[in-house]
């Protein structure tokens, strides 16, 4: 199977909605209430003054979101509180919010090194590490390419799906980064993206990355390093299925990256898929503390916004259950075929 562009999302018909859990109620509501509270203000850098969470931030803060850094402090609510503002204040700092952020870091991707591509068996989008790619020399810049693409990862995550799995291939004769990106990359991994890491298989391991490897395994999260795998067979162990699984790691994906084409389709994906999730959190009320499986599924959203757009809604006379069933069938194939191949082709035209 011959492929030059990124793949749309699958479904997940496996996926569950994440609840809150009974005995997390009382400390989750603590961290909710503390980044609703009206009055809450965000410290930026020193030079700037406490300023209210923009939009997109609350759109970050997110159910799930709050329940990841509660997870990650293992319950401890200032710590989660403390983390949460930190990780804003990082977000703000590092420029994800910069109109012209994609550009910046795209002198990064012209080979494919850090590559979106595929899911697992469990939906997780796969992110490729090729450090034999490797096309600049060794900058800040390479960071913040690297949790750009993540952050693309994030944004075609299904509903009920949390996290990315990392694909690193050290053959060819793969350059490992130095010390000082390997700490920083690990550092931002642990604190800005708790819960984010599903898996990460590790191939063709030459004696000086694993020499690199050693040293560094001393600053890994012990629950992190459960979920590192060295030199797997992703396909013998069900981890992979061969359809999303490029060649070089045994599977039938016959990729060739050619920027010009990846690029800007990888963009109008994520692009599409980020700003139908914001619509729908804003007709959910945008707010903090919305669940992302609601702006996600679609599942009732879709339908109440195809209600309110044919005036059947704020008091209206109300639909027959058929026209119910109706509605919601069409706006849910009219999403189906928006996220297409064909139709991302054609709304990218």
Same mark, same amino acid.
């Given at each position: &199977?011959?492929?030059?562009?990124?793949?749309?999302?699958?479904?997940?018909?496996?996926?569950? $909605?994440?609840?809150?859990? $009974?005995?997390?109620?009382?400390?989750?509501?603590?961290? !909710?209430?503390?980044?609703?509270?009206?009055?809450?203000?965000?410290? *930026?850098?020193? %030079?700037?003054?406490?300023?209210?969470?923009?939009?997109?931030?609350?759109?970050?803060?997110? /159910?799930?979101?709050?329940?990841?850094?509660?997870?990650?402090?293992?319950?401890?609510?200032?710590?989660?509180?403390?983390?949460?503002?930190?990780?804003?204040?990082?977000?703000?700092?590092?420029?994800?919010?910069?109109?012209?952020?994609?550009?910046?870091?795209?002198?990064? +991707?012209?080979?494919?090194?850090?590559?979106?591509?595929?899911?697992?068996?469990?939906?997780?989008?796969?992110?490729?590490?090729?450090?034999?790619?490797? =096309?600049?020399?060794?900058?800040?810049? /390479?960071?913040?390419?690297?949790?750009? #693409?993540?952050?693309?990862?994030?944004?075609?995550?299904?509903?009920?799906?949390?996290?990315?799995?990392?694909?690193?291939?050290?053959?060819?004769?793969?350059?490992?980064?130095?010390?000082?990106?390997?700490? =920083?990359?690990?550092?931002?991994? /642990? =604190?800005?993206?708790?819960?984010?890491?599903?898996?990460?298989?590790?191939? =063709? #391991?030459?004696?000086?990355?694993?020499?690199? !490897?050693?040293?560094?395994?001393?600053?890994?999260?012990?629950?992190?390093?459960?979920?590192?795998?060295?030199?797997?067979?992703?396909?013998?162990?069900?981890?992979?299925?061969?359809? &999303?699984? #490029?060649?070089?790691?045994? +599977?039938?994906?016959?990729?060739?990256?050619?920027?010009? /084409?990846?690029?800007?389709? &990888?963009?109008?994906?994520?692009?599409?898929?980020?700003?139908?999730? &914001?619509?729908?959190?804003?007709?959910?009320?945008?707010?903090?503390? #919305?669940?992302?499986?609601?702006?996600?599924? *679609?599942?009732?959203?879709?339908?109440? %916004?195809?209600?309110?757009?044919?005036?059947?809604?704020?008091?209206?006379?109300?639909?027959?259950?058929?026209?119910?069933?109706?509605?919601?069938?069409?706006?849910?194939?009219?999403?189906?075929?928006?996220?297409? $191949?064909? +139709?991302?082709?054609?709304?990218?035209?």
């Amino acid at each position: &199977m011959a492929v030059d562009r990124p793949f749309p999302p699958p479904p997940h018909p496996e996926a569950k $909605p994440i609840t809150v859990p $009974p005995h997390d109620q009382e400390k989750y509501n603590t961290i !909710l209430n503390h980044f609703s509270d009206p009055e809450f203000r965000l410290k *930026g850098d020193k %030079e700037q003054e406490k300023t209210e969470l923009t939009e997109y931030e609350k759109f970050w803060l997110s /159910q799930e979101c709050l329940l990841r850094y509660l997870r990650a402090t293992k319950g401890d609510v200032p710590h989660a509180i403390t983390r949460l503002e930190s990780t804003l204040a990082w977000r703000r700092s590092y420029g994800f919010y910069r109109p012209d952020f994609p550009e910046h870091v795209e002198p990064e +991707g012209l080979t494919g090194k850090c590559l979106l591509l595929g899911y697992d068996v469990s939906g997780r989008p796969c992110v490729y590490l090729i450090p034999s790619k490797q =096309n600049t020399e060794s900058s800040e810049r /390479q960071l913040e390419y690297t949790y750009f #693409i993540i952050e693309c990862a994030i944004d075609l995550m299904g509903p009920g799906t949390e996290n990315v799995a990392l694909l690193i291939n050290f053959g060819d004769k793969g350059k490992s980064p130095p010390m000082w990106i390997a700490r =920083n990359m690990l550092h931002i991994l /642990q =604190n800005h993206y708790p819960e984010r890491l599903g898996k990460a298989f590790v191939i =063709n #391991i030459p004696w000086y990355v694993d020499m690199f !490897l050693k040293m560094i395994w001393p600053f890994v999260d012990p629950i992190t390093k459960t979920k590192v795998h060295f030199n797997p067979n992703v396909l013998k162990e069900s981890l992979m299925s061969p359809d &999303m699984l #490029i060649r070089e790691w045994g +599977g039938d994906v016959d990729f060739t990256y050619e920027h010009d /084409q990846f690029w800007p389709e &990888m963009l109008h994906l994520t692009k599409e898929r980020r700003e139908g999730n &914001m619509r729908r959190w804003r007709f959910l009320g945008a707010k903090v503390g #919305i669940s992302e499986w609601e702006y996600k599924d *679609g599942s009732g959203v879709l339908r109440m %916004e195809e209600l309110e757009k044919k005036g059947q809604t704020n008091g209206a006379p109300a639909l027959e259950a058929n026209e119910y069933e109706d509605v919601e069938r069409e706006a849910n194939e009219d999403l189906e075929r928006e996220m297409s $191949p064909a +139709g991302l082709v054609a709304a990218g035209a």
